[in-house]
């Protein structure tokens, strides 16, 4: 299911977990090869294109949501940065969100809108891990150097390194990690309910 408006996401209390990451950061190759299909998510996003709130569900008991990325929204009285009430209506009205999922490309140096946005998540208790993708753009050494630069650059943020997955779309590097993740967490669930 595709939306616009949050409140017309599902109304099932099935528990939720939200991919999001700036565009181009490999989101729609991870949920395709998470899900290992071809093209359900639509990858190469345009610019300016509908934003949209996917909802797929998955083995009949849970969604993953395809979330479009964030940005600031424009706030013309205050200098203050808010990110787009688009995402924030999501993560505030989704009380069956479990978890969400940061996408950070490898490549890249920490960036100030991603550490702002796990900031926000984290000031208003929304769980979530780190999905680094695009694993096999790097080599072998390069690859854990950037790791532990972007884990040592979080250290300055919070007590603890969140919680991590490694990736490459084009390999699968990750894929079981991630799915055994979610899983481990749907059994508890379903175990304390
Ligand atoms: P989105 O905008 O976040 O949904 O990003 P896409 O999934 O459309 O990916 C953006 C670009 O990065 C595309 O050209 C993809 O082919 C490429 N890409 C995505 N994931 C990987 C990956 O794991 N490895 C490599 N080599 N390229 C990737």
């Not at 964030?70 to 013309?76: I, L, Q």
């Not at 205050?78 to 978890?99: E, G, L, N």
């Amino acid at each position: 299911m595709s939306n616009s408006d949050v409140a017309k996401c599902p109304k099932d209390k099935l528990p939720e977990y939200a991919f999001i990451g700036r565009s181009n950061v490999g989101k729609s190759s991870l949920i395709n090869m998470l899900t290992n299909r071809k093209n359900l998510a639509k990858t190469s996003g345009r610019p300016g294109k509908t934003q949209l709130i996917n909802h797929f569900i998955i083995n009949k008991n849970w969604f993953l949501v395809d979330l479009p990325g964030y940005g600031y929204a424009k706030v013309s009285k205050s200098s203050k940065k808010v990110f787009q009430k688009f995402i924030t209506a999501y993560f505030a009205k989704r009380t069956q969100i479990v978890s969400a999922f940061v996408l950070i490309d490898s490549r890249h140096e920490p960036q100030k809108i991603d550490l702002e946005f796990m900031q926000w998540l984290g000031e208003n208790q929304v769980p979530f891990s780190i999905i680094f993708t695009k694993a096999d753009k790097l080599t072998k050494t390069k690859l854990p150097v950037q790791i532990n630069n972007y884990i040592n650059e979080m250290l300055n943020y919070w007590e603890e390194m969140p919680n991590y997955f490694i990736t490459s779309s084009s390999s699968g590097l990750g894929q079981e990690d991630v799915l055994k993740y979610i899983e481990d967490i749907n059994n508890q669930l379903a175990k304390s309910s």
